[in-house]
């Protein structure tokens, strides 16, 4: 990612969206139950999922901004990756809940009230498109915020699924129609969760994050005018937002090392890394771990 700063005002949005889907929650559980549908108990469960994705992601981005100490000396940044891949675990646990339970209701339908179904997953439409329009503004900033957004404009879409369900049966009486829907929807979240899953896995073992241009920094630094040759070059995320790189240059003549530097510093920045650590050496260093390229 690149390097951003999440305004403050997105803890209030989120806030507002916790209490609001919560309360959709509640409602959509007890109309299931009442129901006895479980396209509405399922989509209940991962709006339930929803609303502790959005409290840790909440409070992974309230924790980045603690100031850094002698023991945590980047802060607490890196909880805001522990979050969403925790957030993109939780998903996978729903979506499992989800097709076990329409499995079992497929085998063995039960009667469902597919008016009841429609005008609760309607609800949810209202819903899940206002929290997804509250979370959109802000959603290319950072990856917890780009996942929640990511799943409120799918479960608008979902809802709209489950309506479209609730309409066929009340139409058609096929009872089934109900868990297949569920179905669909574990499908749909099980999509739209892997990239997040495997994005929020590789940046919690430091991997290079997948926006930072490493072709654009090795060519970049090669074609610094002063720079001989480079070596020891790493880059790795802080936090969801904000990436940090490390790198040994050979230099033509010491002399000109900050302006050099500059220019690199410019070439990481160009290519999403906010913050570098820059070492120079001239072209006679002995030292054997160079391994000068």
């Known amino acids: 990612m690149e390097h951003h700063h999440i305004p403050s005002s997105i803890s209030k949005v989120f806030i507002l969206c916790i209490i609001l889907n919560l309360l959709f929650v509640c409602m959509e559980t007890a109309v299931g139950f009442m129901s006895n549908s479980v396209g509405l108990l399922s989509d209940a469960g991962h709006n339930l999922s929803d609303v502790f994705s959005l409290l840790i992601a909440l409070l992974a981005i309230r924790m ?59 609800a949810g439409i209202l819903i899940n498109g206002l929290t997804a329009w509250l979370l959109m503004r802000d959603q ?46 574990a499908a749909i979240i099980l999509v739209s969760t892997f990239n997040m899953l495997k994005e929020s896995l590789f940046l919690s073992i430091d991997a290079v994050p997948e926006s930072v241009d490493m072709t654009g920094i090795e060519n970049g630094l090669s074609h610094v005018g002063n720079v001989e040759s480079w070596h020891h070059l790493h880059v790795w995320p802080i936090s969801t937002t904000e990436n940090a790189a490390t790198v040994h240059l050979v230099l033509k003549d010491v002399g000109l090392m900050e302006k050099t530097k500059a220019e690199a510093r410019a070439v990481f920045g160009s290519s999403g890394v906010g913050h570098c650590t820059i070492e120079c050496e001239g072209e006679d260093c002995q030292c054997e771990s160079c391994e000068c390229r």
Do not use: C
């Open 64 to 122: 980045a901004t603690h100031r850094p100490d002698r023991r945590f000396t980047y802060g607490y940044k890196k909880l805001t990756v522990l979050a969403s891949l925790l957030n993109a675990v939780i998903l996978l646990v729903a979506v499992g809940a989800i097709i076990v339970e329409s499995i079992a209701r497929i085998n063995h339908p039960q009667p469902v009230s597919g008016a009841a179904i429609s005008w609760t997953a309607g």
């Open 140 to 185: 290319e900033k950072d990856l917890n915020v780009r996942g929640a957004f990511l799943h409120m404009a799918m479960d608008t879409l979902v809802s709209a699924g489950v309506v479209i369900s609730g309409i066929a049966i009340n139409l058609t009486g096929i009872l089934w129609i109900d868990p297949a829907v569920s179905l669909i929807i």
